[in-house]
């Protein structure tokens, strides 16, 4: 069977989606074989163990959540400061919260990754690389904000993103609102 990328990207997706409606416990290679519609053994052809199954999810997960050339191109002709730091992080939660299935199968990762060192070892490599990205796009695009900044609207996204895609504790505030919230509170002045 010839191993090609659309078919490595069917897997991942359809492993995305198990984990994200059946938890970790549910994330079996059978299991994703049934949900891509493929014979049974497919997936264990292209993702040997659970741990490259996992490491295929956490790269799928980075692209289908990472920001488009395009996007990031738009982002390079708006003038610099708090607005545009505001727009970027409003197309952050706005990909988090359109890809649900794959935010939520992140959130599985997460809580994964405390049970089994090598899921956290995966996550952790991808999340520096993310992070890193961030702080390099903030510099480059001159947004107002470091590294400490850049932190704290990752913990504090990760939060936002949570409550919108389970339970809102505030259903009635937009996204939007929470999102100009934290940017004025958490930029340092001027």
């Known amino acids: 069977m010839a191993r090609n990328d659309d078919r490595r990207r069917l ?3 359809a492993g995305l989606a198990v984990l994200a409606r059946e938890g970790a416990r549910g994330l079996t290679h059978r299991a994703v074989d049934v949900e891509a519609g493929v014979p049974t053994g497919t997936t264990s052809n292209y993702f040997r163990s659970r741990d490259a199954l996992i490491g295929g999810l956490v790269t799928r ?3 289908r959540l990472g920001p488009t050339d395009d996007d990031l191109g738009t982002r390079a002709t708006q003038p610099v400061g708090p607005a545009l730091f505001a727009d970027y992080v409003r197309d952050i939660v706005r990909r988090l919260c359109a890809e649900r299935e794959v ?3 992140l959130f ?3 809580l994964e990754s405390t049970r ?4 956290a070892a995966v996550l952790h490599e991808w999340q520096r ?3 890193a990205a961030d702080i390099a796009f903030n510099e480059a695009a001159g947004l107002p904000g470091g590294r400490r900044e850049i932190a704290l609207f990752h913990y504090a996204l990760d939060g936002l993103v949570l409550d919108r895609l ?4 505030d259903p009635g505030t937009s996204t939007d609102e929470v999102v100009d919230a934290l940017v004025t509170g ?3 002045p001027g």
């Open 61 to 63: 997960i980075g692209e």
């Open 129 to 131: 690389t993310a992070f």
């Open 116 to 119: 089994r060192p090598e899921v």
């Open 108 to 110: 599985e990762l997460r």
């Open 103 to 105: 935010t939520l199968a």
């Open 166 to 169: 389970t339970m809102p504790i």
């Open 11 to 13: 897997l991942a997706d």
């Open 186 to 188: 958490l930029l340092p």
